[in-house]
């Protein structure tokens, strides 16, 4: 133990303790952004699903919207209407 501290103590051993300190960040720095892209990835797939459920949401707003503006007399006195059998 006495010979690893005294080895530390030169001027060499601060050049390794410098080295394992760079490694050290390097690896915490990789680590970090590893877990920062996943957190990413799933908040970007909750927007994509918040912004389908949005279309969604608008599409069946549309969609009652235009049944309620469907003129359906017009429909079952079309001559050319081959759902009511006449055509």
């Given amino acids: 133990?006495?010979?690893?501290?005294?080895?530390?103590?030169?001027?060499l051993g601060k050049y390794v303790v410098m080295a394992v300190a760079a490694l050290v960040?390097?690896?915490?720095?990789?680590?970090?952004?590893r877990?920062?892209?996943g957190k990413s990835a799933a908040l970007d797939q909750k927007a994509k699903e918040a912004d389908n459920?949005?279309?969604?949401?608008?599409?069946?707003e549309n969609a009652?919207?235009?049944r309620d503006h469907v003129d359906t007399a017009?429909?079952?006195s079309d001559p050319r209407n081959r759902d009511n059998g006449q055509g």
């Fill in 35 to 37: 877990a920062d892209k």
């Fill in 25 to 33: 960040a390097i690896a915490g720095a990789y680590i970090k952004g």
């Fill in 64 to 66: 009652a919207y235009a």
């Fill in 53 to 60: 459920y949005a279309k969604h949401i608008q599409d069946v």
């Fill in 74 to 76: 017009g429909m079952q």
């Fill in 1 to 11: 133990m006495t010979a690893l501290l005294a080895f530390l103590a030169t001027a």
